[in-house]
């Protein structure tokens, strides 16, 4: 952080060619970008003074990735948290390892979701690297898909349809902190899931025990 705001009076979200390098975690709203300078005989290029670019208007996540060739109702990618900036840009705060599936229904559906109501978990299948929790994830779409929940991958690896989060304590814990205090802040939040090859399995036929 030294390097980009030596004198500490800054804070907020900062970027640099468009990764995020640094959170003050104040939950300010600010979002900076870090601009690289050259020196006139392009042999060096440093960081400059961070420009505040936009505030967070909202955050959103989502879950990207593709169908398992050999179980098409296993889904495996990426989850990343994004913020919404008041400049219309967005912004990827971070990116962890995720999964859907192979389970009950497997993997959720693609589209639109609402994601809400933060808990502190205990329970084994939501648990990994000593950290446990979950939101609720609610279809915006007709589907008879319900119970459905984002929370970190324990137990065997995969899920009854919910999206499972597999990364390090730290992430985790960075992770919780992030969308449940958005969640504080905005009521909800939004997911869009993309999963290429996605059956799209709407479900009724088997409900989750959300207690995997």
Known sequence: MNKVDPEGKAS???????????????????????????NYLRT???????????NE??????????????????????VSVIQEGTNGREYTKMIISGVGGPYGNGAPQNGEYSVDTPRIRAESGFTKNRVGFSYNLNPLFDTKRKYLR?????????????????????????????????IARYGEIRMTIDIQGNPNNSGGATIPNINE
């Open 150 to 182: 984002i929370h970190p991958d324990g137990n065997s690896p995969g899920t009854l349809g919910c999206v499972g989060l597999n990364a390090s304590e730290k992430d985790l814990k960075t992770f919780f902190i992030a969308v449940s205090s958005s």
């Open 12 to 38: 907020g979200d900062y970027y640099l060619n468009g990764f995020h390098v640094y959170d003050d975690g104040l939950n300010d709203r600010k979002i900076y970008e870090i601009p690289l300078i050259e």
């Open 44 to 54: 060096r290029i440093t960081w400059g003074r961070p420009v505040l670019v936009a």
């Open 57 to 78: 208007r909202s955050i959103k996540l989502s879950f990207s990735g593709i169908a398992n060739d050999l179980r098409p109702s296993l889904a495996e990618g990426t």
